[in-house]
């Protein structure tokens, strides 16, 4: 069960974003292991289960990144990420192009949702065609997001328009990709067990997303 992160966690994450080389990591590879690693595969499981009840004929998998950059894409950087994150959804090796929950955590935020990123070409197109030809079914998720105070829609859009869809709609019709997204400074409750419930409640809002996400997926995979 998550317990929290500490102090130290918080400690390391700016270290690493100011000392991002082996000499200052190794000999704290221990407080990374004890204090961000284990906490996040901790919250990690304990979030999964409770989404696992909410969506019990998903073929959900977990995954919690790695802090060590790939070495072959360093680009200048150091050899180690400044944040941790985690994601749950179906599929195996691919993880983009599904709908996608996850939580964040970097020395000054935390972050979680829904992500819908990087989908193929096919897939927003057929999107795009659902809400031209069925718009009432999204209209009605997104009239109810509209009302919550979590999340916000995020994620980059076109700048010309693809077509005309109504003043509610256009700007999820305009998307290249999705993110439902809560982002806040790291403050006490990511010290606090109730991090967890917080997560589990917002994504509970999120799972009318997820099975709409998901239909359209099964669709575009089914016929591949």
Partial sequence: MFQGYTQETVDFLWGIRFNNDRAWFTPRKEIYQQHLLQPTRDLAGQTYDALHELLPDEPLLVKVSRIYRDARRLYGRGPYKDHLWYCIRTGDTDWTGRPTFYFEIAPEYYSYGMG???AEAELMTLYRRRIEEQPEELAALVRRFDRQKIFVLAGPSYARPKGEVGPLLQPWYQMKSINLEHTAPLD????????????????KELVPFYHYFARLCAQVYREA
């Fill in 188 to 203: 006490e409750k990511i010290f606090s067990p109730s991090l967890a419930d917080e997560i589990i409640a917002g994504w």
């Fill in 116 to 118: 819908f990123w990087a």
